[in-house]
T-cell receptor
Framework: KAGVTQTPRYLIKTRGQQVTLSCSPI?????VSWYQQTPGQGLQFLFE???????NKGNFPGRFSGRQFSNSRSEMNVSTLELGDSALYLC???????????FGPGTRLTVL | AQTVTQSQPEMSVQEAETVTLSCTYD???????LFWYKQPPSRQMILVIR??????QNATENRFSVNFQKAAKSFSLKISDSQLGDTAMYFC????????????????FGTGTRLKVLA
């Protein structure tokens, strides 16, 4: 079974631009969560989607948004990028009833 | 609100020795899960071990074991016979049990402990 995939793996953007990151969960997994990982801050929860609905949301500004499609693939969008948005963005999927999250390799975003 | 604290930003251990990583958490929940995840350099995060709060017995996975002290809200990870491949960031994480019923999940992660195994 293929693991969680994330595209692109690396991105370089400039301040003020917007970016869209994509995540394909493990086949059969309907829950997708997004995290921002920065040195010293660990993993900060962004949001979680289940069956195309956002079920949980972390404490991030409205510039961060996401969505989930009927095939469980998820996208995360960040608008008006700031230097502080530079981070590794991780996606994780889970099956309903399962308590383990399976992580993707992440997308490393650099904002210049 | 739940919090997870890892007070050791960095640790090192000699190959074949034993090391313990600490984690404390704060919650008013009675049923929950605790996890240790491992993130090797430039590689994907993987689950090391999990513990259900209602189980008194400490979880064990080969060389990895936990010391779960529910009353103290402590969840430490012991790595025995450390190997070079154990070099990684280790994250402690908490999840409410109620998340399973709703099919939704919200993990709370600690800030991580960077472990280096020395040859």
């Amino acid at each position: 079974k293929a693991g969680v995939t994330q595209t692109p793996r690396y991105l370089i953007k400039t301040r003020g631009q917007q970016v869209t990151l994509s995540c394909s969960p493990i086949s059969g997994h309907r829950s997708v969560s997004w995290y921002q990982q920065t040195p010293g801050q660990g993993l900060q929860f962004l949001f979680e989607y289940f069956s195309e609905t956002q079920r949980n949301k972390g404490n991030f500004p409205g510039r961060f948004s996401g969505r989930q499609f009927s095939n469980s693939r998820s996208e995360m969008n960040v608008s008006t990028l700031e230097l502080g948005d530079s981070a590794l963005y991780l996606c994780a999927s889970s099956s309903r009833g399962g308590n383990e999250q399976f992580f993707g390799p992440g997308t490393r975003l650099t904002v210049l | 609100a739940q919090t997870v604290t890892q007070s050791q930003p960095e640790m090192s251990v000699q190959e074949a020795e034993t090391v313990t990583l600490s984690c404390t958490y704060d919650t008013s929940e009675n049923n929950y899960y605790l996890f240790w995840y491992k993130q090797p350099p430039s590689r994907q995060m993987i689950l090391v071990i999990r513990q259900e709060a209602y189980k008194q017995q400490n979880a064990t996975e080969n060389r990895f074991s936990v010391n779960f002290q529910k009353a103290a809200k402590s969840f430490s990870l012991k790595i025995s016979d450390s190997q070079l491949g154990d070099t990684a960031m280790y994250f402690c994480a908490f999840m409410k049990h109620s998340g399973l019923a709703s099919g939704t999940y919200k993990y709370i992660f600690g800030t991580g402990t960077r472990l280096k195994v020395l040859a």
